[in-house]
T-cell receptor
Framework: DGGITQSPKYLFRKEGQNVTLSCEQNLNHDAMYWYRQDPGQGLRLIYYSQIVNDFQKGDIAEGYSVSREKKESFPLTVTSAQKNPTAFYLC???????????FGPGTRLLVL | GESVGLHLPTLSVQEGDNSIINCAYSNSASDYFIWYKQESGKGPQFIIDIRSNMDKRQGQRVTVLLNKTVKHLSLQIAATQPGDSAVYFCAERDTGGFKTIFGAGTRLFVKA
């Protein structure tokens, strides 16, 4: 069953805590992306990676970090520096040439 | 379920009618456009795409129209069904760019 998986579906963060959101794809896509979605707004790009061991900041990277050690995986860490982390986080992947991005099911992050 | 699109423009249609969802894009250099469907609490799902060298493209029950002169994109859904109820948003991408710009979306509500 091919596609993009994200876990967990819901995540709760305590103040001052770092949390990591998982994203895995078996589509053999080179590029992977992390977006944040807030009610009534379009998706905003946090980080993206075009190839293994390389990633670039998006529009709202402050308070977030990523790694790309494997082609299939692109985890996102929400650090304590992110003061307003409550949102729906979406991971996407796409081939370099094929430009369409395909999305995972999302992770909803809530602050306790 | 979670709402991913509070305070969005809403289109309400009767089951069986045709739906037209509009999108104004921002970048005159954009040459690739995508429509996504997002159901509550889920990740966006690819519907159809179009490149700037075309002005119309048809899929199964869906048609995308592109008017580059006025930077306008529309999605037409034929014989709208209750399962079509969701938030629909367009996305644009420019030549050689790795960044995709997403609109905030329109909520489609289908009345049975």
């Amino acid at each position: 069953d091919g596609g993009i998986t994200q876990s967990p579906k819901y995540l709760f963060r305590k103040e001052g805590q770092n949390v990591t959101l998982s994203c895995e794809q078996n589509l053999n896509h080179d590029a992977m992306y992390w977006y944040r979605q807030d009610p009534g707004q379009g998706l905003r790009l946090i980080y993206y990676s075009q190839i293994v061991n390389d990633f670039q900041k998006g529009d709202i990277a402050e308070g977030y970090s990523v790694s790309r050690e494997k082609k299939e995986s692109f985890p996102l860490t929400v650090t304590s520096a992110q003061k307003n982390p409550t949102a729906f986080y979406l991971c996407a992947s796409g081939g370099r040439i094929q430009e369409t991005q395909y999305f995972g099911p999302g992770t909803r992050l809530l602050v306790l | 379920g979670e709402s991913v699109g509070l305070h969005l423009p809403t289109l309400s249609v009767q089951e069986g009618d045709n739906s037209i969802i509009n999108c104004a894009y921002s970048n005159s250099a954009s040459d690739y456009f995508i429509w996504y469907k997002q159901e509550s609490g889920k990740g966006p799902q690819f519907i159809i795409d179009i490149r700037s060298n075309m002005d119309k493209r048809q899929g199964q029950r869906v048609t995308v129209l592109l008017n580059k002169t006025v930077k306008h994109l529309s999605l037409q859904i034929a014989a709208t069904q209750p399962g079509d109820s969701a938030v629909y948003f367009c996305a644009e991408r420019d030549t050689g760019g790795f960044k995709t710009i997403f609109g905030a979306g329109t909520r489609l509500f289908v009345k049975a």
